[in-house]
């Protein structure tokens, strides 16, 4: 079993920075993916941005550039550290977790307004 634990999101204004964070825990084996995603209201969950055990990534086009995905495996943390923030980036960004399951943290609003 596994639990993800999200934190880091709050109200930024436009142009700014945040860094989401994922902490893991529970047997999480060796080969698994890690992923960001987010909803907005009335929106389906979509993508932002997922990574391997293996260290691949890869991002929506709409984030390309600006978030960037990376993994500490001490702190057994995923961070999606987000630059550049953009109103249509305000969303409950959510981690997930897989490998035979699929696993979810609870979400964390991520507000970016004026």
């Known amino acids: 079993q596994v639990q993800l634990v999200e934190s880091g999101g709050g109200l930024v204004q436009p142009g700014g920075s945040l860094r989401l964070s994922c902490t893991t825990s529970?047997?999480?084996?060796?080969?698994?993916?890690m992923g960001w995603y987010r909803q907005a209201p009335g929106k389906q969950r979509e993508l932002v941005a997922t990574?391997?055990?293996?260290?691949?990534?890869n991002y929506a086009d709409s984030v390309k550039g600006r978030f960037t995905i990376s993994r500490d495996n001490a702190k057994n943390t995923v961070y999606l550290q987000m630059n550049s923030l953009k109103p249509e980036d305000t969303a409950v960004y959510y981690c997930?977790?897989?490998?035979?399951?699929?696993?979810w943290g609870q979400g964390t609003q991520v507000t970016v307004s004026s």
């Open positions: 990574i391997t055990s293996g260290g691949s990534t």
């Open positions: 997930k977790f897989t490998n035979t399951r699929q696993y």
């Open positions: 529970g047997s999480i084996g060796s080969i698994y993916t």
